[in-house]
């Protein structure tokens, strides 16, 4: 059964950081894309970052252009968010995402930022 399981969220100020992490079982993990998305209450979800398979190719959403960084380890099936200089808006539940012939999600992590 895959699972993709989320951790390193919580409660930081404004201008903080946090680093998010997403275990996947997944088989052939380095053939997936993977991705970050989120859904602040009452929005619909929305895409953040994601990660190309081979190359490592990286994709961002302009909100958060220059302040996050999505990175993998391939023999850990890991992927990560480092999330620098965080701003209210940015408090959301963070899913993690992997795309391949189907498409998976974690269960999410809360993320909070205080003003």
């Known amino acids: 059964q895959v699972q993709l399981v989320e951790s390193g969220g919580g409660l930081v100020q404004t201008g903080g950081s946090l680093k998010l992490s997403c275990a996947a079982s997944?088989?052939?993990?380095?053939?997936?894309?993977m991705g970050w998305f989120r859904q602040a209450p009452g929005k619909e979800r929305e895409f953040v970052a994601s990660?190309?398979?081979?190359?490592?190719?990286?994709s961002y959403a302009d909100s958060v252009k220059g302040r996050f960084t999505i990175s993998r380890d391939n023999a850990k099936n890991t992927v990560y968010l480092q999330m620098d200089n965080l701003k209210p808006e940015d408090t959301a539940v963070y899913y993690c995402?992997?795309?391949?012939?189907?498409?998976?999600w974690g269960q999410g992590t809360q993320v909070t930022v205080s003003s």
């Open positions: 995402n992997a795309q391949y012939t189907v498409v998976y």
């Open positions: 990660i190309s398979w081979r190359v490592g190719i990286t």
């Open positions: 997944l088989r052939t993990f380095s053939s997936y894309t």
